[in-house]
């Protein structure tokens, strides 16, 4: 069956020479269990048959003896059996699986078994994977458990079928102001499911007119369906909502959240939307940002809000979502007191503690808006009985919009890696997710979605790469990143050693790339206003956005020290003494924490003015080599990906260019100081 768009890594490629190796392991497989496990079984059937083109004989809820096997049922089932398997029960948690391969009677038996049926679901997929790598399962002996309890994916897509910050074509799930539920539905739900996402939040954080309707009857029949199709793969359906719902559906004159009424209006929806919608996984709210309403228009609090919301979930089992994504955005440049990147701190360090245990708060990494790079945002470390999600951007906003390559996962490493010290060494983003900082489990990972409906879902056929490795990270976010990179380019282009190294190396230099040609050293912005892509240094300087670098003759970048903002002062010690000095500041983020002269010397020894002018060139090369290694690779990639990706790295070189020259353009214009080097700087 040809289908109008590929699956990513889970394509079936023809793998026919490794069926000598696993025609053993196959022949047999036993099902123990009830209907459900028919799904994860065929799941297993189908890659077996099209990319292996081994066929196995299904026996459902009969041993076989005298043959090898595969064992698939849950671990309660299994127990029943093989009394040694009772020392499974330690080694999971609810979602965790085993893949391992014992004796029995003589015979070998491949069991693959788990607590939950999710946790089944992600065995057969890791397997698969596994299989299509051709690794020895001989005698695989495998325990997995997701380290963060919330892996989800955050959609920012409209009822009329557009996306808010989408580069890869239209909605998969909306059309014309309807819900869409197609072949691709279920197949969106079999990607997610295999890279161990469990939560997908439908709609875009700012919920407008249409949209506040999607909790109404009209719609909650059709989200009652994909949310059966999700559920099968062990993914739950969430829904952004407008916090004035109640003004706008239920006729009332306020959204306050102590007010009765409204606690009465959102219980009685919560219910409605349940029987609609039993697998339910809850809200995600933008609330009092961005013109969004929020309890903020009534006196309260943000704890307020989500608590009301948390309550009326509660007996379900639901969560609500809040985000912290809080700011003044009606800023006057010239009011230089106020600084856009302490706002979240501010708002929601005070209600540290305040929030019920269904509530979580879900935090971009850094304390603006998904920059380059930014510093790792200090209410990491700095809540400590708030459950938290770490929010990142799959989708590339300012990234380069899936034109440019900009492989994300290294970036994402660093975050989940920095220590906030807040309880000393070692109290990392990722520890702190995974709930062994402070005494609270209800923390993951969202990542916005850089789906659509185009051929290969994400525009630029290697950012598949971000959305695999957004799962990989937030299942365990201890794996190294190489390791990723080189699984996903097995699973999706093969085992050709050339094919590895080389997209291995463009992945990982992508980043750092991109980095250097834009606004490196913790500048950030200087982007076009409303679409956010091409270079325009004094794009955003004089709006009410709050993201100014305040350039003049001298001197560029915001004193955010305890001399200036005073924003180093939300950290822990050492980061807030070391962000602090100006000596002392990792250079990558100099421009974010410091206002700087251009003939600053950095460690290197030159003034920032030749670093930035350096960088600017070096990041054009770094572009151009990136694209040499896609060349070299011509004949190796199937032609139509060959040839798209070719076209995208193109464009990035003429945009990378353009950068470069605006910039550097920029610099020397404040500036005067010409190119040590005597290149071409347009006057
Ligand atoms: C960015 C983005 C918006 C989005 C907002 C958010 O500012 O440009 O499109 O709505 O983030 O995360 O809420």
Redesign the pocket.
Known sequence: EVKPYNMCWLEYTDLSKYKNKYIKVFENVVVLGGNELNLPLKELKNFLTFSLNIKPKIFKNTLVKGRNYVLIGRLIEIKKIFKESERFEKLLNDEGFIIKRIDIDGNKVLIITAKSYNGIVYGIFNLIERLKRGEDIENIDIVSNPSLRFRMLNH?DNLDGSI??GYAGKSIFFRENKILINERTKDYARLLSSIGVNGVVIN???VKKKEVELITPSYLKKIGELSKIFSAYGIKIYLSINFASPIYLGGLNTADPLDKRVAVWWKAKVDEIYEYVPDFGGFLV?AD??FNPGPHMYGRTHADGANMLGEALESYGGFVIW?A?VYNCLQDWRDTNTDRAKAAYENFKPLDGKFSENVIVQI?YGPM??QVREPVNPLFGGLEHTNQILELQITQ?YTGQQIHLCYLGTLWKEVLDFDTYAKGEGSKVKEILKGNVFDLKNNGMAG?SNVGDDINWTGHDLAQANLYTFGALSWNPDERIEEVVKRWIELTFGDNEKVIKNISYMLLSSHKAYEKYTTPLGLGWMVNPGH?YGPNPEGYEYSKWGTYHRANYEAIGVDRSSRGTGYTLQYHSPWREIYDNIETCPEELLLFFHRVPYNYKLKSGKTLIQTYYDLHFEGVEEAEEIRKKWIELKGEIEDKIYERVLNRLDIQIEHAKEWRDVINTYFFRRTGIPDEKGRKIYP
């Open positions: 920012w808010e910050r875009n954080v700012n933008k940002s961005e985000r994504f971009k808006d998904f906003e916005v956010h």
